[in-house]
């Protein structure tokens, strides 16, 4: 799959994959990236990409001039292309959203700065519009990261093993289990013992349990589903 970022500073971007999954990932084209900066398409003779907002308000906004010639070009060459922009207005990103991402061919994250960008792009060339939360970052970028990060690893082949994914949180309706490794007792503190039996099944029920107890202390808004 395809990644493209739409985004004035590519530079914040581009160092989140130089390393671990995601890297071998690209070194490996399961997901390949592309960087496309508005900037190279303003017609603005002082190469601006923002301008003060009609009506007046505090601080600059995106101009619709570069954003819809760059996103116009991308889509010659990538007709499917799914635009998602990144704004506090959008609705929030869950898993599911990642999982449903992960299928599409290529998705291009547009990244606002300032106060935002001019609404009328928005309106006519983005496909869906996210959030990551209920705060606000001096910019897009961080949240692309971390969409594409989500999306990425739901890309077959990205996770060595794959089964791994069926156990995370958020894969079903309660967070994941507590887990543990050696040492058995560390600092005086050990682990469920029925862990340490072998049993298979007595294993599973165990942790369903604990990861309904997790769910409730942590996600009781959660709980309340299960």
């Known amino acids: 799959m395809k990644f493209t970022y739409l985004t004035l500073f590519p530079n914040i971007i581009k160092g989140y994959f130089t390393d671990s999954i995601l890297k071998r990932a690209i070194d ?4 390949e990236l592309e960087y496309i900066n508005p900037r190279d398409y303003t017609t603005n003779k002082h190469n601006k990409v923002d301008e003060p907002m009609i009506g007046g308000g505090a601080g600059m906004l995106m101009t619709p001039q570069p954003l819809f010639d760059a996103i116009d070009e991308v889509k010659k060459g990538s007709p499917d292309a799914y635009v998602v922009v990144v704004t506090p207005v959008g609705k929030p990103f ?32 983005a496909d869906e519009l996210f959030s990551i939360g209920d705060f606000i970052l001096t910019g897009g970028e ?31 309706s309660s967070l994941e289990a507590p887990s543990f490794t050696k040492p058995k007792i560390y600092d005086e503190i050990g682990v469920p013992s029925e862990l340490l039996k072998g ?28």
């Open 94 to 125: 869950v898993q599911n959203d990642a999982k449903r991402l992960a299928k599409k061919s290529h998705v291009v994250f547009v990244s606002g700065r300032y106060e935002g960008m001019d609404e009328r792009f928005i309106e006519q060339r």
């Open 142 to 172: 961080l949240a692309s990261m971390v969409m594409s990060d989500a999306i990425a690893r739901n890309v077959e082949g990205v996770l060595g093993n794959s089964d791994s994914l069926s156990v995370e949180s958020f894969e079903s």
């Open 28 to 31: 490996n084209k399961f997901i």
């Open 199 to 226: 049993n298979h099944a007595k294993i599973s029920d165990l942790k369903n349990a604990m990861a309904r107890c997790k769910t409730k202390y942590f996600r009781p808004d959660m709980h309340k589903q299960l």
